[in-house]
């Protein structure tokens, strides 16, 4: 059974940091790419920031370009998300997602395995 857990969710003021997490149990993240997803308040699921197979390259929506790392640690099966200087519009349920079908990195429906999401809450 494949279980995605996010952590490291809060309230913060904007321009403050956060570090997300997800442990991933019954699939090794490092066969396919991961990433995280976002869903603000009344909107629909939006992709964040991607990482390859490889690990070493990344991709990020312009939204947070700059401002947000995507990183993995193959041994720990763990996915991160550093957040840095956070906005207000920031502010969303945040999930990450495992096992990447072929196909544009930041579609949520190219991939196979959820987490529940942890609640990220930025005030201005």
């Known amino acids: 059974q494949v279980q995605l857990v996010e952590s490291g969710g809060g309230s913060v003021q904007a321009g403050g940091s956060l570090r997300l997490s997800c442990a991933v149990s019954g699939y090794s993240i490092s066969r396919n790419g991961v990433g995280w997803f976002r869903q603000p308040p009344g909107k629909e699921r939006e992709g964040v920031a991607a990482i390859f197979i490889g690990g070493t390259s990344t991709f990020y929506a312009d939204a947070v370009k700059g401002r947000f790392t995507i990183s993995r640690d193959n041994a720990k099966n763990t996915l991160y998300l550093q957040m840095n200087s956070l906005k207000p519009e920031d502010t969303a349920v945040y999930y990450c997602?495992?096992?990447?079908?072929?196909?544009?990195?930041?579609?949520?429906?190219?991939?196979?395995?959820w987490g529940q999401g942890t609640q990220v809450t930025v005030s201005s």
């Open positions: 997602a495992a096992d990447r079908r072929p196909g544009y990195v930041l579609r949520a429906e190219n991939y196979n395995y």
